[in-house]
Every structure is written in structure tokens, then in C-alpha cells.
């Protein structure tokens, strides 16, 4: 039972413009969301999060929008640049559950020069 | 500097032999976890500790083994049991609680021949 899920595999975006990955959710529980960055042979590297009591968080060039009703979020990057090439794993955890944390597949990134 | 460290980052085993994953952490966090991740798939949960001495099987727990004898370390032994050892080994720790994120080594590539 996949709880955390990114449909698609792989986005390919031009420099400078907007990128934006998606992320479903089953279990309403959840109430801590996460987006990772992950460069291969390494670890992943934390990004930006959001508390399900908020809709939007922003840290410069990232967004991470939050839509309950839907059980859906997602990740903006604005604007791209080829050093945010790279796999994005979105990541959910409920309050007694501490940092574990259900993953997504992923989504490999692509910026073009 | 504070952080995560996994030795070895390449480890060769043949297989029927029990082999164990090095995981020390100076963040003074509570909270350990072991994921695993296989290509295009996210992170599985393997094991996770939020206490010394204390630890509970995550959602792929067969055929591993865990120990907690210190804050600071969390070894993970992959035994003979485990059908598809080979992949890619990720330690994490957090601070206790929700809400919070984790923080992640630099992965362990095991292959088994």
C-alpha cells in the first residue's frame, strides 16, 4: 500500500522557468510533509517542509503548497537552474511517528542550459 | 562539524555471509532510523530507535538486525536471511517528537555476489 505517491517519474524544464513536482497522499493522518533532494550515491538533503495547519511555506526559491481536501502537495521551484538537477523524494509523517517518514518514488529533475 | 557518518560507502559481500553497516551520529539526536532504497523506488523503512536501547522493525524488517547500545551509534547487520541484500543502505537521525525533520548519511552501497 503505497501512502506517499509521485506519479511522474521524471520532469524536464528549461533554465529560468518554473518547476513544479507533485505529490499524493492516502493516509489522512499525516500532518508533516517534507520534500528531499537527492543527488546519486549520496543522501538526501532536506529542502523545505510544511505543517498540514498551513497551506504554503516559501524559502527563496522554493514553494511547497499544501492542498488537505485533495491530499495532495507540491513543490515550485522558481526560477530553475541546472544545479537543482537532481531527484526530489517527497516525504510525510504523523505527529507520534516522530521523523519516520513514508516516501514517495521520486521525481528525477532535469534543468536544461 | 556535526553530522552523519556511514562507513563503508562501497561494501562487496558474497553471498550467505551476514555483513554489518557502520552509522555514527554527533547531533546528539535521539531519534535513529535505517532506510533502504532500491532503484525507483523511495525510501523503505527498515528499523528505527528512539531510545537507547530500544528499537522497533519499520515496514521491511526481515532478514536485517539492528543494535543501540550508544546515542551515537546505530549498526545495522544485514543477514544471510535477506533474500535481495543488494542496494543502497541510508542512516538517518532526528531530535525526539513530531514534526521535525531527519537528517541523512551518505548512503552505503552493499552488492552481494
Known amino acids: 500500500d503505497q501512502q506517499v505517491k509521485q506519479n511522474s517519474p521524471s520532469l524536464s524544464v528549461q533554465e529560468g522557468r518554473i518547476s513544479i513536482l507533485n505529490c499524493d497522499y492516502t493516509?489522512?493522518?499525516?500532518?508533516?510533509f517534507l520534500w528531499y533532494k537527492k543527488y546519486p550515491a549520496e543522501g538526501p538533503t532536506f529542502l523545505i517542509s510544511?505543517?498540514?495547519?498551513?497551506d504554503k511555506n516559501e524559502d527563496g526559491r522554493f514553494t511547497v503548497f499544501l492542498n488537505k481536501s485533495a491530499k495532495h502537495l507540491s513543490l515550485h521551484i522558481v526560477p530553475s537552474q541546472p544545479g537543482d538537477s537532481a531527484v526530489y523524494f517527497c516525504?510525510?509523517?504523523?505527529?507520534?511517528?516522530?521523523?519516520?517518514?513514508?516516501f514517495g518514488e521520486g521525481t528525477q529533475l532535469t534543468v536544461n542550459p | 562539524d556535526g553530522g552523519i557518518t556511514q562507513s563503508p560507502k562501497y561494501l562487496f559481500r558474497k553471498e550467505g555471509q551476514n555483513v554489518t553497516l557502520s552509522c555514527e551520529q554527533n547531533?546528539?539526536?535521539?531519534?535513529m532510523y535505517w532506510y533502504r532504497q532500491d532503484p525507483g523506488q523511495g525510501l523503505r523503512l527498515i528499523y528505527y530507535?528512539?531510545?537507547?536501547?530500544?528499537?522497533q522493525k519499520g515496514d521491511i524488517a526481515e532478514g536485517y538486525s539492528v543494535s543501540r547500545e550508544k546515542k551515537e551509534s546505530f549498526p545495522l547487520t544485514v543477514t544471510s536471511a535477506q533474500k535481495n541484500p543488494t542496494a543502497f543502505y541510508l542512516c538517518?537521525?532526528?531530535?525526539?517528537?513530531?514534526?521535525?525533520?531527519?537528517?541523512f548519511g551518505q548512503g552505503t552501497r552493499l552488492t552481494v555476489v
Open positions: 530507535s528512539q531510545i537507547v536501547n530500544d528499537f
Open positions: 510544511i505543517s498540514s495547519i498551513k
Open positions: 516525504a510525510a509523517s504523523w505527529g507520534t511517528s516522530g521523523s519516520r517518514l513514508t
Open positions: 538517518a537521525s532526528s531530535i525526539q517528537g513530531g514534526n521535525t525533520e531527519a537528517f
Open positions: 493516509n489522512s493522518m499525516f500532518d508533516y
Open positions: 547531533l546528539n539526536h535521539d531519534a
